[in-house]
């Protein structure tokens, strides 16, 4: 067998820790509040017509509106500070999420392929998207969001040739 | 086995004509008949020809498509890809690199079991509809086609990974050899289809017919329209109904379910080779699954109380690419399987896992109350809430508190149940009381790895680990927060460290 080594301190193994991870570039969370705040500009803006001229009454909506605004603005803010990614010798990994964290760590030899997306409030904000694909289903994929155009291109090309090594 | 030459064009074998026609003929009739029937009944006529002409001139036109499709369809070899060609009106051909094929396997239903073909099946990589098929062919061209194929994506996987060493490619011809594992008789077959979980065959069976049954409503409910005349409400008819639809239910279930195992299953011959497993079995429909060794991703086996009792296990064989939430035809599931021969498939393909001691972690009191909470306190408070809104007797309420102790007992069971082990090579989950499963699997056969945690569990400082593989998640939930770290760093170090193939 090639590789056998029971005894392995575990103190001893690398470790994915916090210091070592990348926060987004901080024009994403303005881009994301961009996106929310169209989509409530918008469906205020529906809501009020609908109330000045239709049949639908004020207090109905106008308290969890803004009450569901303060909340999106509280996690996107707190949480833009937990979103992150980590390059390390032999893998990546991406970690979000303030009421639900996670993070996922992919060795690069088993990485399948690795693209970088950008959608039409990317372009505005000059950032894009790297998606790293695995064999199993899309659960296990990681989209690194938020960074600078050129540096994802650079990251896709990093990560393309060191996985290209192991197939 | 012969050498096969796929540099011409070839056809399959002459009797496809016939498996062409009866599956044309199975497609026709899934689109036609119902539409004819319901518009015109039968023995009526349609823009002034009778049915049965009709019917004889659909009958001739489907023998010429079937003909012409024969005679269209050629599968052959151009360098490094393997192509299909097909179609009368619409010409269609499949490109297939050889690297690109995941497995091939072969199954025979029953006309071609009656034709003594074999229809061959290509699954690819990749897309969604990743299943080509050959549907007619020799028995032994079949196999001989089956291993040729197999054969040339391996060589071509290596030769991507190591150009300019082309000679010496030709792998060591490895011995051949055979090692049955299990064959399911008759009496083991019933044995399995008895202990089925009848309420799972029942559901299905249940969600396939209730879609129609609701049609008859009226004649299904007529024996009984007496005594629910003089019942009132519909809860005290429903009470009325539910011994008959309960008794009716177990008898269908079971009936369902014996058929559905003796079709699926019988004949079942489950053994291993040198290239990894074979697993054949059916009974109208024969299929033939052979996973090669390295598209073994994981085992998972899993019991139910009455298989218990018979010390029956079904065993499940994750591959590569199968997609493992759906109930998949390609899956590859053996039941009747007892201990020790599950014991001989995993020393074959996990001899790491009888080394070394295992390590054990069990999952926090977390795990039962999310459990009590979800099923069974929150469906307590609908049931008693909307009882209480019908004004029903007290009579009612009564088995409500006992769902709650029997739910409490049972979440209780469960989470004791979870138990996380490694012996630092393989990890192994078992999760379930009732229902027990067990999973196995190889560390360098994970792909990555996730840690997530909510605020819940960061109170407690807890984290749930996810295991991805190529072949579905497993999860292990509620471990503390410590010993997930050191797994998770663990199991990246054994998959970074790892030269083996793991697909």
Same mark, same amino acid.
């Given at each position: 067998? *090639? ?9 001893s ?20 509040? #961009? ?15 609908? %109330? ?5 009454t ?34 990546i990994?991406?970690k %979000?999420?303030l009421?639900?964290? %996670?993070? /996922? %760590? ?15 409030? @990317?372009?505005a ?12 289903? =899309? ?7 938020g ?15 060191? =996985?290209?090594?192991?197939? | 086995?012969s +050498?096969?030459?796929?540099? #011409?064009?070839?056809r ?13 003929l ?6 036609f ?27 001739? !036109?489907?023998?010429?498509?079937s ?19 097909? !179609? ?5 051909? /499949?490109?297939?690199?050889f690297?690109?094929?995941? /497995?091939?396997?072969?199954a025979?239903?029953?006309?071609q ?54 000679e ?5 011809e ?6 049955p ?22 559901l ?20 009984? *329209? ?6 009132? !409400?519909?809860? #005290? ?9 309960i ?49 073994i ?14 010390g ?10 199968v997609? +493992?939430?759906?109930e ?19 020393q ?10 295992f390590?054990?972690? @069990? ?22 809430a =909307? ?19 029997? @739910?409490a ?18 990890? *192994?989950?078992?999760? @379930?009381?009732?229902?027990p ?46 010993d ?20």
């Amino acid at each position: 067998m *090639e590789f056998t080594n029971q005894n392995i301190e575990l103190s001893s193994l690398p470790e994915v820790e916090d210091s070592d991870f990348h926060g987004l570039e901080k024009d994403y969370l303005y881009m994301r509040l #961009t996106a929310w705040g169209i989509f409530f500009f918008v469906s205020g803006l529906v809501f009020s017509i609908w %109330s000045l001229f239709g049949s639908f009454t004020w207090w109905h909506w106008l308290a969890p509106w803004a009450a569901l605004l303060a909340f999106i603005l509280v996690i996107e803010i707190k949480g833009f500070s937990i979103k992150g990614y980590s390059i390390r010798e032999k893998d990546i990994s991406y970690k %979000s999420g303030l009421i639900f964290f %996670s993070m /996922t %760590s992919i060795p690069f030899n088993r990485i399948q392929h690795c693209e970088v997306g950008q959608g039409p409030l @990317g372009r505005a904000f000059d950032l894009a998207a790297v998606k790293i694909y695995t064999a199993g289903g =899309s659960s296990s994929d990681i989209i690194i969001r938020g960074l600078q155009e050129e540096r994802a291109q650079k990251l896709r090309d990093y990560i393309t040739k060191l =996985s290209a090594n192991y197939e | 086995m012969s +050498e096969i030459d796929l540099s #011409t064009k070839k056809r399959q074998a002459p009797i496809g004509v016939a498996i062409l026609f009866i599956l044309n003929l199975r497609k026709a009739i899934n689109l036609f008949i119902p539409f004819l029937f319901l518009k015109y009944g039968a023995g009526s006529s349609l823009l002034g020809i009778s049915l049965y002409a009709i019917g004889i001139i659909l009958f001739l !036109g489907f023998i010429a498509f079937s003909y012409f499709e024969y005679k269209n369809f050629f599968f052959y070899a151009v360098e490094d890809k393997f192509i299909i060609e097909r !179609g009368v009106f619409r010409k269609d051909k /499949t490109t297939i690199p050889f690297e690109r094929i995941q /497995t091939v396997h072969t199954a025979q239903n029953l006309a071609q079991q009656i034709f003594k073909v074999v229809g061959l099946k290509i699954d690819t990589a990749g897309s969604a509809d990743n299943e080509i098929e050959i549907p007619a062919l020799d028995r032994s061209y079949a196999r001989s086609l089956q291993e040729y194929l197999l054969k040339k994506k391996e060589k071509d996987k290596k030769q991507q990974s190591e150009p300019g060493e082309e000679e010496t490619i030709e792998q060591p011809e490895v011995e051949s050899w055979e090692k049955p594992i299990l064959k399911l008789s008759i009496k083991d077959l019933l044995k399995v289809g008895l202990t089925e979980n009848h309420l799972r065959s029942g559901l299905i069976l249940f969600a396939v017919v209730n879609g129609y049954i609701w049609q008859f409503e009226e004649f299904l409910l007529e024996p009984f *329209e007496p005594y629910l005349e003089e019942a009132e !409400g519909w809860l #005290t008819q429903w009470v009325l109904l539910l011994p008959f639809t309960i008794l009716v239910f177990v008898v269908v279930s079971v009936a369902f379910s014996l058929i559905r195992i003796v079709l699926r299953y019988y004949n079942l011959q489950f053994f291993l080779n040198e290239r990894g497993l074979v697993l054949k079995s059916g009974l109208l429909k024969r299929n033939e699954f052979h996973v090669p060794r390295n598209k073994i991703q994981y085992f998972k086996w899993s019991s139910n109380p009455l298989r218990k009792l018979l010390g029956f296990k079904t065993f499940v064989v994750k591959q590569a690419g199968v997609n +493992e939430n759906r109930e998949d035809k390609r899956t590859v599931s053996v039941p009747g399987c007892k201990n020790k021969q599950l014991i001989d498939v995993l020393q074959e393909f996990y001899p790491e896992r009888y080394s070394g001691k295992f390590h054990r972690l @069990g999952s926090h009191r977390l795990l039962f109350f999310q459990r009590f909470i979800w099923l069974v306190i929150m469906p307590s408070i609908i049931v008693t809430a =909307s009882f209480y809104a019908s004004e029903l007797t007290w009579h009612y309420f009564v088995p409500i508190p006992l769902f709650v102790i029997l @739910g409490a007992f049972w979440a209780h069971k469960f989470q004791r149940s979870v138990q996380f082990r490694t012996n630092g090579d393989v990890i *192994e989950i078992k999760k @379930g009381w009732i229902f027990p499963s067990h999973l196995s699997i190889t560390m360098y056969k994970l792909q990555n790895v996730s840690l997530n945690r909510s605020i819940f569990q960061r109170r407690r400082d807890l984290s749930t680990l996810v295991f991805f593989t190529a072949a579905g998640d497993e999860s292990m939930p509620h471990l503390s927060h410590n010993d997930a770290i050191d797994i998770y760093n663990f199991v990246l170090y054994k998959i970074e460290s790892s030269q083996k193939s793991w697909m």
